[in-house]
Nanobody
Framework: QLQLVESGGGLVQPGGSLRLSCVASGFILDDYVIGWFRQAPGKEREGVACISPGGSKRVYPDSVNGRFSISRNVGAWTVYLEIHNLGPEDDAVYYC??????????????????????????WGKGTPVTVSS
């Protein structure tokens, strides 16, 4: 059964750091474009990190200002999102999402294309992050 389960969210003080995890049961990570998205109350879901099949390319939106990092542990079927210097703008529910691409996938990795949220096939239920002192 294909399943994505996020964890690692919680309450964190401004300026702190978090590492979110997404365990991808039943998936072969090298076959998928993998993204992290977030959604704050009253706002649209937005992409914050994306990694290509095989893990050689990563993209981030300018809005995260270099504070986010996506990585994978293929053997553990797990994808991570590290967030540093958290601020109120990071308050949201964070989701991992997978898009089947195959190992020969050669499309550009972009938010308009491969990482677009509407192109994702599988979603986890999310883990909430609250930034507060």
């Amino acid at each position: 059964q294909l399943q994505l389960v996020e964890s690692g969210g919680g309450l964190v003080q401004p300026g702190g750091s978090l590492r979110l995890s997404c365990v991808a049961s039943g998936f072969i990570l090298d076959d998928y474009v993998i993204g992290w998205f977030r959604q704050a109350p009253g706002k649209e879901r937005e992409g914050v990190a994306c990694i290509s099949p095989g893990g050689s390319k990563r993209v981030y939106p300018d809005s995260v200002n270099g504070r986010f990092s996506i990585s994978r542990n293929v053997g553990a079927w797990t994808v991570y999102l590290e967030i540093h210097n958290l601020g109120p703008e990071d308050d949201a529910v964070y989701y991992c999402a997978f898009r089947f691409a195959g190992r020969e996938w050669k499309q550009p990795l972009s938010w308009d294309g491969g990482c677009n949220r509407n192109a994702m096939n599988y979603w986890g239920k999310g883990t909430p992050v609250t930034v507060s002192s």
